[in-house]
Nanobody, 125 residues
Framework: QTRLVESGGGLVQSGGSLRLSCAAS????????VAWVRRAPGKEREWLFC????????YYADSVKDRFAFSRDNANNTIFLQMNNLTPDGTGVYYC??????????????????WGQGTQVTVSS
């Protein structure tokens, strides 16, 4: 059974940082496109980042591209999202996604096969 498990969320003050993790089982993350998504209260899902396995391209949403950074630990089958200089707009539930189509030019990853359960991030002002 394939599972994605996010962790690392929490409460942080505006200007602070968090690193989200997404650990996978049943799927080898470095063989597929992956993405991070945020759902803020009362708002539509926002794609923050995707990595395209085809050519290794990465795409960030304009709202985060200078503050968030993707990384991975292949040995532990985990991907990360380092989030710096967080603002209250960053409050929401963050989800990782895997096995999808990240084709650019934006961070949308289509036809996601696997989602994590989400981790809550709350940024206080």
């Amino acid at each position: 059974q394939t599972r994605l498990v996010e962790s690392g969320g929490g409460l942080v003050q505006s200007g602070g940082s968090l690193r989200l993790s997404c650990a996978a089982s049943g799927i080898t993350l470095n063989k597929y496109s992956v993405a991070w998504v945020r759902r803020a209260p009362g708002k539509e899902r926002e794609w923050l980042f995707c990595y395209g396995i085809g050519d290794g391209s990465t795409y960030y949403a304009d709202s985060v591209k200078d503050r968030f950074a993707f990384s991975r630990d292949n040995a532990n089958n985990t991907i990360f999202l380092q989030m710096n200089n967080l603002t209250p707009d960053g409050t929401g539930v963050y989800y990782c996604a895997a096995q999808c189509y990240c084709l650019g030019p934006g961070p949308v990853c289509n036809d996601v096969n696997y989602w994590g359960q989400g981790t809550q991030v709350t940024v206080s002002s």
